[in-house]
């Protein structure tokens, strides 16, 4: 089934969630008119319909060839990028001062997650831009936003993250990327980066690759780390020294060039320092920390698409009769076991959908000046990136259940959804470590004071929901995963011993997305229910919108009370078995 993009929906969390109205009434966003984002997002359809979504399963199918240092994409790729720069989507959510369109990031995502669900590994390469041009637009000199960031801005050129050694996954701070001042402002870099996403490739005339690595008398760690600007090709044409050296053979996202980029093979490759020495790490967080929500989103794509491809099956495939009912063979779409789970890949695709335009939204806020917004970006991100990708992969799985043995098959494409899904929980930082930034860093952020007036807001929520004469049945599950919510961070906030911090990251962090979840759905579907009385909008969705409230709240919202016990329980029995025994 080809790809639809969800413009309902996605104007409708857009101005319930995200308050994109409100938005468009700060200075800064004014550009944001009504019949602009509809056109947009109008516009943005058809680029990821007709031209991304045809090319998905080229992309999977048809493998990039690496030759001499060049990487050659499948067929299609570059005449698409080609509309994509002739659009001027690079520079949508890039303010006007750099030469961009100023219009929110929150909408610039609505637009990525279009493109992301048509064609994942092809949308990366424009993610990977975009965090370039965030960390240049806050951190390069006049120059380099000059000379590297209009480019970036137009789509002419793209960018890339170069973090990544050998030895220095996880652990950034163990790189030994060399980067030699040469007197005349410029460095020599030499070193090895590997799983550097679109590296090479080509559909644009230059890549612009920011690379994280260590001068001659860097302190060790994180403190000695400095970025550094690399173009591929230099200002006068000529090829610089980094090459593609090989390619990764993954599970998914075959379209997607990760490559092993060798700098400095002839002790000639040229690069440029960003902002101060010692200072990569805090210019690279700023790259990070677009990319993790931006991951987060692939999460979404991912599930939105995979939903749609099972649902179209399930329309259509005829097998057995309805269980108890006898009778002739029913599409499947008719039992109730693969209606129940299309409702949980619907319910849960929407949740996370509205959690990371929530997120997106207060990074917009904090760029505004907005304190809160900003404290509530910082909160929501590690939820947005762990909790939507660990989502994407679910929703995958249970897409592809619906399609039985299919599914198994690799001609259907349903399995190509869970491949490709399967990376976002593992790179930009593994869902384990943001559980651990959550715990960690998040909560104790200001005091606390970020997740208390997030939970507040819940509870406000529930509140209003057990006073509503339609809605109160929401308001008990709410109820429960708020208090779950409240007594696993005040517990957390109180831990001594880290190992026990440690130990419950991870089933907290989806105790939070979980409840965050449950929430935004009820407030849909609070706006749902006043625009049904009102007599506005359409009333088949809007009442879909209420019943998967309401699904959300009764079939999973319940696992957020139960995941209180193993957040709180301690490290104890994580290290109950020895080693040995557990090799044994």
Known sequence: MPYIAPLAEQRFVLDSIADLPGLAALPQYANAEPDMVTAILDEAAKLAQNEFAPLNRVGDTTPTVLADGVVTMPPGFAAAYAKYVEGGWAGLGVPEAHGGQGLPFVLATAVQEQLTSANMAFALCLMLSQGAIEALAAHGSAAQQQEYLSKLVTGEWTG???????????????????????????????????????????????????????????????RGISLFIVPKFLA?????????????????????????????????????????????????????????????????AVAEAATQHALDYARTRVQSARFGHGGKPVRIIEHADVRRTLMTCRALTQACRALVYLNAAAVDRAHAGDAEGAGLADLLT????????????????????????????????????????????IYEGTNGIQALDLVGRKLGMDGGEHWKTLLGDIRVTTQELAAHSELNRLAPWLEDAVAAAEATSHWLAGANDPDDKAAGATPYLRLMGLTIG?????????????????????????????????????HLLPQAAALSAPVMRGAGLLYAVSEEALAS
């Not at 001609?411 to 399967?422: I, P, S, V, Y």
């Not at 759905?521 to 909008?537: F, K, P």
């Open 382 to 425: 590690p939820i947005s990136k762990a909790f939507a990708t660990d989502t994407g992969v679910e929703v995958a799985s249970l897409a592809l259940q619906v399609f039985g043995g299919m599914g198994f098959v690799e001609e259907t494409g349903a399995a190509q959804f869970l491949r490709d899904a399967r990376i976002a929980p």
């Open 160 to 222: 890339t993250m170069n973090l990544t050694e050998p030895q220095a996954g996880s652990d950034v701070g163990a790189l030994s990327t060399r980067a030699v001042p040469q007197g005349d402002g410029s460095y020599r870099l030499k070193g090895t980066k590997i799983y550097i996403t679109w590296g090479e490739h080509d559909v644009a005339e230059n890549i612009v690759h920011l690379v994280l690595a260590r001068l001659p008398d860097a302190p060790p760690g994180t």
């Open 236 to 300: 006068d044409g000529t090829r610089n020294d980094v090459r593609c050296v090989g390619l990764e053979h993954k599970l998914g996202i075959h379209a997607s060039p990760t490559c092993t980029m060798s700098f400095g093979d002839h002790d000639a490759c040229v690069g440029w320092l960003v902002g101060a020495e010692g200072a990569g790490m805090r210019a690279m967080f700023t790259m990070m920390n677009n990319a993790r929500v931006q991951v987060g989103l692939q999460g979404v």
């Open 518 to 554: 449950g929430w935004l759905l009820a407030r849909q579907a609070q706006t749902a229910h006043a625009m049904l009385v009102q007599g506005e909008g359409d009333s088949v969705f809007l009442k879909a919108k209420i019943a998967t409230a309401r699904f959300y709240a009764e």
